[in-house]
């Protein structure tokens, strides 16, 4: 199972970024999907999640209204839009998938059976 990451960059404050996860290896409309980053020095931090079929989504309080997760499952690919960044929300994000046996409401990222390697966002002031 491969999770690969990509979109990432430098942007300044207010500017827009488009991450993608490409998964491969398998069944991808069995897995919830979601992302998470993680700052240098901080703790991994729950961004977004998205139900297997689309019906759920979940966000963090800090980027509700600027973040938008989605997917497509006949592409094998989650992504999450990013608006109006902000310097804090500069860390390494990483996408990760997690059977639909699991619930998807969750913030924890216990019970994600694979990761991505990340990409790295850095949003300048």
């Known amino acids: 199972v491969q999770l690969v990451e990509s979109g990432g960059g430098l942007v300044q404050a207010g500017g827009s970024l488009r991450l993608s996860c490409a998964a491969s290896?398998?069944?991808?409309?069995?897995?919830?999907m979601a992302w998470f980053r993680q700052a240098p020095g901080k703790e991994r931090e729950f961004v977004a999640a998205?139900?297997?079929?689309?019906?759920?989504?979940y966000y963090a309080d800090s980027v509700k209204g600027r973040f938008t997760i989605s997917r497509d499952n006949a592409e094998n690919t989650v992504y999450l839009q990013m608006n109006s960044l902000e310097p804090e929300d500069t860390a390494v994000y990483c996408c990760?998938?997690?059977?639909?046996?699991?619930?998807?409401?969750?913030?924890?990222?216990?019970?994600?059976?694979?990761w991505g390697q990340g990409t790295q966002v850095t949003v300048s002031s």
């Open positions: 998205i139900a297997w079929n689309g019906g759920r989504i």
């Open positions: 990760a998938a997690k059977t639909l046996t699991m619930q998807v409401s969750t913030t924890s990222a216990h019970g994600y059976n694979y």
């Open positions: 290896g398998l069944t991808f409309s069995y897995y919830h």
